[in-house]
T-cell receptor, first 114, second 115 residues
Framework: NAGVTQTPKFQVLKTGQSMTLQCAQD?????MYWYRQDPGMGLRLIYY???????DKGEVPNGYNVSRLNKREFSLRLESAAPSQTSVYFC?????????????FGDGTRLSIL | AQKVTQAQTEISVVEKEDVTLDCVYE???????LFWYKQPPSGELVFLIR??????QNEISGRYSWNFQKSTSSFNFTITASQVVDSAVYFC????????????FGTGTSLTVIP
């Protein structure tokens, strides 16, 4: 019963370093999402992939890139980390587009950028 | 403009009290979906309920109940006889048929149940 698995769970970076957050789901879901959660701001969508081979920007895409490697995996990359990207990152998936189905979330990655 | 507003930032109640978490949403779509998620201190997000815009029937699940009123654009969540395990941050969320994959979360209400 793995569901959505995110790695790593915690990470500390220095400003300017790069890093890739990994996400994998084993529920045969088509759509996958990356969110960031900041205090007092709820969850905000960074990027999503409606299906394998497609990716689209969400509300806050600047400073990030994504790759939908296959149906199971959706990675988020920070090319040059900035302190403003300190946040908790959540990956989510749903069987079809989010509008009609609840999303299943991973446990989050806590990222600190010094 | 915020599409989902959870005006209550923090609420504290004493165990066994009832508590209602408010959620007000904004949309021009006629077809939309509303969700509630729970985020316990451990950090994961747990799906609680989904309603579509055509179903205004209130729902009860154990100690949890939801009151969906299109007339006031509200989807409120009530916990009856609260327990310490209910302590968490609760998020209301909206998705619209017209925007498919865009999922709008409120800022969350932090509920503390005091034993």
């Amino acid at each position: 019963n793995a569901g959505v698995t995110q790695t790593p769970k915690f990470q500390v970076l220095k400003t300017g370093q790069s890093m890739t957050l990994q996400c994998a789901q084993d529920m045969n879901h088509n759509s996958m999402y990356w969110y960031r959660q900041d205090p007092g701001m709820g969850l905000r969508l960074i990027y999503y992939s409606a299906s394998e081979g497609t990716t689209d920007k969400g509300e806050v895409p600047n400073g990030y890139n994504v790759s939908r490697l296959n149906k199971r995996e959706f990675s988020l990359r920070l090319e040059s980390a900035a302190p403003s990207q300190t946040s908790v990152y959540f990956c989510a998936s749903t069987i079809i587009e989010a509008a009609t189905r609840p999303q299943h979330f991973g446990d989050g990655t806590r990222l600190s950028i010094l | 403009a915020q599409k989902v507003t959870q005006a209550q930032t923090e609420i504290s109640v004493v165990e066994k009290e009832d508590v209602t978490l408010d959620c007000v949403y904004e949309t021009r779509d006629t077809t939309y979906y509303l969700f509630w998620y729970k985020q316990p201190p451990s950090g994961e997000l747990v799906f609680l309920i989904r309603r579509n815009s055509f179903d205004e029937q209130n729902e009860i699940s154990g100690r949890y109940s939801w009151n969906f009123q299109k007339s006031t654009s509200s989807f409120n969540f009530t916990i009856t006889a609260s327990q310490v395990v209910d302590s968490a941050v609760y998020f209301c969320a909206l998705s619209e048929a017209s925007t498919g994959n865009q999922f709008y979360f409120g800022t969350g209400t932090s509920l503390t149940v005091i034993p």
